[in-house]
């Protein structure tokens, strides 16, 4: 797939001011004030805010008005917070836990697992770990891993961009594989020989929806102020911004 590249110094500056306005947050008691975030409540329940143990209840208000509370309820917990060196949060969300650490917020792992409810609790288990490091998306390298594993199964996607032409353009390249344990075996060799054109030609629609959704995305915020994304992308993760629009008042 293509994609468009931002400039590095700008993409950069967008993920430090990422850092500063979570530290800048300011909460009224116990609740995150912040008129971007008005479909989510942020409450600080224990700790100080963004030191080690401190711990976070965000609310989806508009799933809780319509009786969905317990899925748009989760629990962040902060393990550690220094955004020059190890930053680490645990995030909850009924029975799906994953586990965060940013080191230096340039390489980014996630750790996660779901444990469905009912009989048979191995076959309702599952797991993923992703890992992302931004110097060497930039230098060409594969850089993006993701990897679900479950007792029948095992996934793994790998990302690698290469520049295009003058450095306006990403080439991005993805390698998909997987492979059956015990039981999987038999079914995934049967899908792949099955399916297996059918499966390229939709990872490869998914691949170029996530090309358009970048372009959109750049299109949408060029030139615009870093700490005014950073802003937006973090309304974006708690829900609070709609289809990617920009916050009033921005041009």
């Given amino acids: 797939m293509s994609a468009t590249a931002p400039p590095r110094p700008w993409a950069d500056a967008v993920l430090g001011e990422v850092a500063a306005a979570v530290a800048r947050s300011r909460f009224a008691a116990g609740v995150l004030v ?15 805010h963004l030191a080690p143990g401190a711990r976070y209840r965000v609310v989806g208000k508009a799933g809780a008005a319509a009786g969905a509370a317990a899925e748009a309820t989760a629990e962040v917990v902060v393990d550690a917070w220094d955004p020059g060196g190890r930053t680490e949060v645990t995030v909850s969300q009924g029975p799906a836990v994953a586990e965060v650490r940013l080191d230096g917020l340039r390489v980014a ?20 770990h992703a890992r992302i490091d931004l110097d060497r998306w930039w230098a060409g390298l594969p850089a993006a891993e993701v990897t679900a ?22 080439l991005v390249r993805g390698q998909a594989r997987a492979r059956g344990r015990s039981w999987g075996r038999l ?5 792949l020989l099955v399916g297996r054109r ?12 996530a090309a358009r959704g970048c372009d959109e995305a750049l299109e ?32």
Avoid: N, S, Y
């Fill in 34 to 48: 912040d008129p971007a975030l008005a479909g989510v409540e942020v409450r600080l329940e224990a700790g100080d």
């Fill in 109 to 128: 792992t996630v750790v996660g697992g779901f444990q469905g409810p009912g009989p048979f609790p191995r076959l309702r288990r599952a797991g993923w």
């Fill in 149 to 170: 594993e479950h007792a029948w199964a095992t996934a793994t996607l790998q990302l690698t961009a290469f520049a295009a032409g003058d450095g306006g353009r990403w």
């Fill in 187 to 191: 079914v995934v060799a049967v899908a």
């Fill in 198 to 209: 059918a499966l390229a030609e939709a990872f490869g629609r998914a691949m170029d929806d």
């Fill in 220 to 251: 949408r915020w060029a030139g615009a102020d870093p700490g005014e994304v950073a802003r937006a992308l973090l309304a974006a993760a708690g829900g609070g911004i709609r289809h990617g629009d920009r916050p009033d008042g921005a041009q």
